[in-house]
């Protein structure tokens, strides 16, 4: 099972907000918003939720699962 996300497009596409930016105002570390980027690590549902919310979107529209084929 694989989570996919849009993070890293919506910092950029709302004014090129940092890693750490977005990290302060949801209350995760820089590296913790970089390891979700890169799918190394899935938020909780309240971490994912505000995140959501930061770029007023729909979770749907920031986070998606896929079944992994196999």
């Not at 989570?3 to 570390?29: K, P, S, Y």
């Not at 820089?30 to 939720?49: C, D, H, K, M, V």
Request: proline share 3%; no cysteine; glycine share 8%.
């Amino acid at each position: 099972m694989a989570l996919q996300n849009r993070v890293r497009a919506l910092r950029f596409e709302h004014g090129e907000m940092t890693q750490a930016d977005l990290g302060r105002r949801i209350g995760l570390t820089r590296q913790t918003i970089a390891a979700i980027e890169a799918g190394r690590y899935s938020p909780s549902l309240e971490a994912a939720f505000r995140i959501a919310e930061v770029f007023g979107r729909p979770l749907t529209e920031v986070f998606s699962w896929t079944r992994d084929a196999g």
